[in-house]
T-cell receptor, first 112, second 112 residues
């Protein structure tokens, strides 16, 4: 099965700085990579995703990059704000069957 | 739209008791999932259902059973609860091949 590794497990940044979270996956058949944000006590919510035929995708202050050759993908948050503080999860899946395999999460703290 | 609704939100069980977690989605999604979330371990797949009438084991199926009652509903049953099953359980659904998973609000289960 797929194995998704995520780093770092915790990350603290000053407000306004950038944050980068990195994930690697093992199964070259994976072709869909979503990112989720989970605030304390809440459900994970999809914030951005990328498919294997795209190298980069951006949505306002967040962006995701994918390197299929190296089997890694990253989440970039620019101009961080206190409300960005949460746990972020990466995931990998493939269309057939569509199981999602999650990383172990990154706890991001934005210091005002 | 309610999205994904799961009940109950909280439950305390004694070791050996049984219970069923209920989940329903109103997004006409084909795929449904049950995950458990434990500190530092991310989201681990218990069972999933790629379509009505089919179910498959995920990473951690031992001690659980599931039923895909119809396209909307996917239940998770603990036949004989153990303290190791203390966790937060999330139900999720997705449209096969069309995007990320949407999560319910979670069930916090404590087995004493």
């Amino acid at each position: 099965g797929e194995n998704v590794e995520q780093h770092p497990s915790t990350l603290s940044v000053q407000e306004g700085d950038s944050a980068v979270i990195k994930c690697t996956y093992s199964d070259s058949a994976s072709n869909y990579f979503p990112w989720y944000k989970q605030e304390l006590g809440k459900r994970p919510q999809l914030i951005i995703d990328i498919r294997s035929n795209v190298g980069e995708k951006k949505d306002q202050r967040i962006a995701v990059t994918l390197n299929k050759t190296a089997k890694h993908f990253s989440l970039h948050i620019t101009e961080t704000q206190p409300e960005d503080s949460a746990v972020y999860f990466c995931a990998a899946s493939w269309d057939t069957g569509n199981q999602f395999y999650f990383g172990t999460g990154t706890s991001l703290t934005v210091i005002p | 739209n309610a999205g994904v609704t799961q009940t109950p939100k909280f439950q305390v069980l004694k070791t050996g008791q049984s219970m069923t977690l209920q989940c329903a989605q109103d997004m006409n999604h084909n795929s449904m999932y049950w995950y458990r979330q434990d500190p530092g371990m991310g989201l681990r797949l218990i069972y999933y259902s790629a379509s009505e009438g089919t179910t498959d084991k995920g990473e951690v199926p031992n001690g659980y059973n599931v039923s895909r009652l119809n396209k909307r509903e996917f239940s998770l049953r603990l036949e004989s609860a153990a303290p190791s099953q203390t966790s937060v359980y999330f139900c999720a659904s997705s449209d096969t091949g069309a995007g990320g998973a949407f999560f319910g609000q979670g069930t916090r289960l404590t087995v004493v």
